[in-house]
């Protein structure tokens, strides 16, 4: 029993330390362009909603009328995205509002928000989104 009990906290520090680890590199990966009133009123309200493909039209008329937009991977973890300078980063994805988008960029979380810190590259069209995501041609 004791040997189960040493291998499950060895198992679970190894858990732990690649989430650690996996915090602060690049990552690429797909996200959902939120309006972050819409996530925060639906919480409020003890629902679950304000993402989806039934809320892509709200969240591209938040995005119209310049509400602050973030980014919700399949986790369903939020982010407000900022540019390499820690700059807001609102207009890299203001276009994309409702839809899902591939980033590059750095995850950094702090006091509990997190941020993802785009990353500039020629490859990129410099705000760390692929050309053409979230395109419907």
Known sequence: MRKLGFLALFIGSLALAGWALAEGKMVTQKYEVVCLKCMAHNASMGKDG???AGHAACAMKCSVNGTDLGVMDSKGNLYSVV????TNARDAIKDKAGQTVELTGTIIKTKGINYLQ???STEKDGMGMQKGDGDKD
Request: charged residues 10%; without cysteine; proline residues 10%.
């Open 118 to 120: 785009l990353a500039g």
């Open 83 to 86: 540019n390499p300078d820690f």
């Open 50 to 52: 304000g993402h989806g």
